[in-house]
């Protein structure tokens, strides 16, 4: 008998609170008219600028979507991400000794075109 | 409906259109306005379901196709028709074809035998509580030539299911409507309508003598609606899908529409045996009292016991979307365990209380 | 007469409540389960053997993605055991900063098992609450870490940056107790809950030790065993191991509640410990030319869903010879050849639900 009550209270209790609920401000966020706030540390799309080629973050990256080339005077000519291969893990933003790879806070990447996720930085620059 | 039926010949008889023609018809475009009625029941049901839903978990609903989302249900009825329609290689064809259109059938019949208001029941036999408990046990049969046919294993445990919860819970459905014939002597709906009327309102609905009774039948719906808590031949997390796992399409879309519809179908019903159906909640109807007795208010009140009608089958359906947001599921057995050693000796027990009290009001006569 | 015929149900790979893709070859009597042959490796990515081709630093961001709900754990693990390797004692407040994270890792993992398991057995609203919790924490480790999952924050021999916004944890362990609350509320003394979970899907404990289960699973077939009392991590922490002798699903999803409770004890700790140190010094081992010296490694943790440890055979250079990896869930899918017999299908899906099984974890 005891049992019943309980499980009859606790029945009612739920209900109650799941009705509270009702009256609640909603926690979802509109996504394309709005976006959540996203804090500086965010890993989005990598960059880079200024670049001496030390080829840290080459070794660094466990998938190997980075790539450069180095001109004659040693200068890096051309710089590429692929991100078909990042997994977005910043290893090379925290490596790098010149802080020259930096992460912003793009994330929409998707693309139909394969070749748009390589991105290309000529002479550490855009 | 003797009245409006006078009127409709008499309308006919205008045009010099034989009598035999008037009579098919007026039998034919009932079930039109009923399709037709359904359809938008139904795309508004499905949309405060996910609404409430949305809204009992902190989110927003469907709120992209059109204001407010309100264009969404048509949006995805719209998909479903364009989508292709698959039959498994080993199904059964014919019964596989078979079935979604025999969901429907009785779910028609049955809105038609509903009285909307005074002067509004398409079909109105003297027994029609007996037709409408036998037709609303009637979809399960082609839920299980669904499940049978689609020759898919998830689809065959549906649909086992399906039978042996509404064998189970078909018992105590009968008893509480046996009590309810009990306190109305009436067999007809419109004359059980009738039966709860009292000045005071709400004092004469069945729901006060009959309280046990009211929860019987509100759980043994909700079992023969597959609703949660008893939603076991659909469980998602168990069988994917139940007995329309294989159905694509506008098929799919046929079960769909017959699940809502009955949903409809069934809050008519219990709002019609236990809250007075379309009688007004406080004894005199609000066009009366606002129109006086004039021309105009004879004429609304029927929008308004429709109204009422509606109001109550709309909170029973609000309390069910209620529960389907809070309780998890019960196992099969438990489910039907519940059904033989709970419901079904508490019907029994009502029926016996309900004629006692009965005999004691002086009803006996 | 012919004898009963029973038959086959293969459930999964795909299927709505297998948390991923595993596969139970389900040998049904109408809806009785005769045997059960879990089939495991729909979601292997040979974690083991792609750390034979990486740096010790470049497979470190991958150990995250072992465990998707508790990346911490994994991150943590592979760490401590270089850590070790190399004869590194990390300071004080990297101890704490780390005990701080993987609890709140801990209950953010924890939450989606309880969203995750209503779910299984119908209850809809518990999962959207459980995943507003969640959010609040992956929110918390987004802000901190730049990722919302893949937190890649530890590094040998310490942390990536000093901790910081630590008023939002303290926001989270102040609002959660209640949430909690109001879940109990729902769930917990819930009549169908009841029927559903409770005496099913008991594990004994010889079972469970044969199976060699651990963590919550273990902890509620009433077997005090919990790695955290013996982790130098925990070493001023004061807490308490959940053990619950129930056995079944009740007290397994019982003891994750108190569980997250007793996890919000010890962040409090950790953070009021973390407050009182000061700045953030670091042992930092050079991880670019980091070679462990010939030699065995091994190191434990305790995961969210068990024990989890790693293992490490050096050569000598700079990528392990061999790498193994103990990951707790894979253990309870074995059980489930146990626990499944005699169970009726609606149950099934409750009992596996009930042992918080995550496949990628499971597969590596």
């Not at chain 3, 470049?58 to 401590?80: H, K, M, N, W």
């Not at chain 3, 040998?156 to 630590?166: K, M």
Request: charged share 20%; proline share 4%; net charge positive.
């Amino acid at each position: 008998m005891k049992k019943i009550i309980r499980s009859l209270v606790s029945l009612i209790e739920g209900h109650l609170t799941v009705f509270k609920h009702l009256f609640m401000k909603s926690v979802t966020v509109q996504y394309p008219e709005k976006r959540r706030e996203l804090n500086d540390a965010f890993r989005g799309k990598p960059q880079v600028a200024g670049c001496i080629g030390c080829g840290i973050c080459k070794s660094v990256c466990p998938s190997g979507a980075i790539n450069y080339i180095k001109d004659e005077n040693g200068n890096v000519r051309s710089y590429t991400f692929d991100l078909n291969k990042c997994i977005f893990c910043g290893n090379c933003k925290y490596y790098c000794p010149q802080q020259a790879i930096s992460m912003t806070k793009e994330y929409e990447l998707a693309t139909d075109r394969k070749s748009d996720l390589i991105l290309e930085y000529r002479g550490g620059k855009e | 409906m003797n009245y409006l039926y006078f009127l409709y010949m008499d309308f006919l008889a205008k045009y010099n259109v034989p009598k035999i023609l008037g009579n098919i018809t007026f039998y034919i475009i009932p079930f039109c306005i009923i399709a037709a009625v359904l359809l938008v029941v139904v795309l508004i049901l499905v949309l405060a379901e996910r609404k409430l839903l949305g809204y009992f978990t902190q989110r927003k609903g469907p709120n992209r196709v059109g204001y407010w989302g309100v264009l969404q249900t048509l949006a995805d009825a719209f998909k479903l028709l364009i989508k292709e329609n698959i039959t498994p290689g080993k199904a059964d064809r014919f019964l596989y074809n078979l079935a979604p259109i025999l969901v429907f059938v009785p779910v028609v019949t049955v809105l038609g035998i509903i009285p909307y208001s005074g002067e509004f029941t398409f079909v109105n036999t003297s027994t029609n509580i007996i037709l409408y408990v036998v037709l609303a046990a009637f979809p399960v049969l082609s839920i299980f030539l669904a499940g049978w046919s689609s020759n898919n294993k998830y689809s065959l445990l549906g649909a086992a299911r399906s039978i042996s919860q509404v064998l189970s819970y078909e018992l105590p459905i009968t008893f509480v409507v046996l009590s309810i014939v009990v306190l109305a002597s009436s067999m007809n709906l419109s004359g059980i309508t009738l039966a709860q009327y009292s000045s005071k309102g709400l004092a004469g609905w069945f729901i006060f003598p009959c309280i046990a009774g009211f929860c019987i039948m509100f759980i043994s719906i909700l079992a023969e609606l597959n609703r949660c808590p008893f939603d076991l031949p659909e469980a998602e997390s168990e069988l994917i899908c139940g007995y329309n796992t294989e159905y694509s399409g506008m098929r799919f879309a046929l079960f769909y529409l017959s699940e809502y519809s009955m949903l409809f179908a069934n809050s008519l019903f219990l709002s019609i045996i236990f809250l007075g159906g379309y009688l007004s909640p406080f004894g005199g109807y609000l066009s009366h009292i606002i129109f006086g007795d004039s021309q105009l208010a004879s004429f609304l009140v029927y929008f308004e016991q429709t109204f009422w009608l509606f109001l109550k089958s709309g909170i029973i359906i609000f309390v069910i979307i209620w529960i389907r947001a809070t309780l998890p599921r019960l196992a099969s057995y438990d489910l039907i365990k519940f059904s033989w050693v709970v419901l079904l000796p508490a019907s029994i027990i009502n029926l016996l209380w309900v004629i006692v009290y009965k005999y004691l009001t002086g009803g006996a006569a | 007469m012919t004898a009963v015929k029973t038959f086959k149900l293969n459930l999964g790979p795909q299927h709505p409540s297998t948390h991923g893709v595993l596969r139970l070859i389900l040998e049904l009597d109408g809806e009785k389960i005769l045997s059960c042959e879990p089939d495991v490796g729909y979601l292997h990515r040979g974690m083991e053997k792609m750390a034979e081709q990486m740096k010790y630093v470049q497979y470190l961001p991958t150990v995250d993605r072992i465990d998707y709900l508790a990346g911490c754990f994994y991150s943590e693990l592979f760490c401590r055991t270089i850590e070790k390797a190399m004869g590194v004692e990390i300071p004080d407040k990297v101890k704490y900063i780390r005990v701080l994270l993987l609890e709140l890792n801990r209950i953010a993992s924890h939450l989606l098992w309880i969203g995750a398991f209503l779910m299984d057995l119908g209850a809809t609203s518990p999962f959207f609450y459980a995943f507003r919790e969640r959010e609040m924490i992956l929110r918390y480790f987004e802000k901190l870490t730049g990722q919302r999952m893949m937190y890649n924050y530890f590094v040998f021999g310490g942390v990536r940056t000093d901790i910081n916004y630590l008023e939002d944890i303290e926001n989270i362990i102040d609002i959660l107790p209640q949430k909690i609350k109001d879940y109990e509320k729902i769930i917990t003394d819930n009549p169908i809950f009841l029927t559903r979970t409770e005496g099913k899907g008991i594990i004994e404990q010889t079972l469970a030790k044969n199976y060699s289960i651990t963590g919550v699973n273990l902890r509620a077939s009433g077997v005090s065993y919990d790695q955290r009392l013996y982790d130098r991590l925990y070493n001023n922490i004061e807490f308490v191991p959940i053990v619950l002798d129930g056995k079944d699903s009740w007290s397994r999803y019982k003891a994750r509640i108190l569980e997250i409770n007793e996890s919000i004890k010890i962040i409090q700790q950790a953070l009021e410990k973390v407050k009182q140190l000061g700045d953030l010094r670091q042992v930092l081992i050079n991880p670019i030319r980091l070679k462990l010296p010939e030699g065995e490694y091994y190191s434990e943790i305790e995961a969210p869903r068990g024990l989890a440890s790693c293992y490490i055979l050096s050569d000598g250079s700079d990528k392990p010879y061999r790498l193994k990896w103990r990951t707790p869930s894979y253990y309870s899918v074995n059980l489930l050849r146990e626990i499944l017999r005699g169970a009726y299908l609606n149950d099934a899906i409750a009992i596996a639900g009930s042992l918080d099984i995550i496949l990628p974890e499971v597969d590596k």
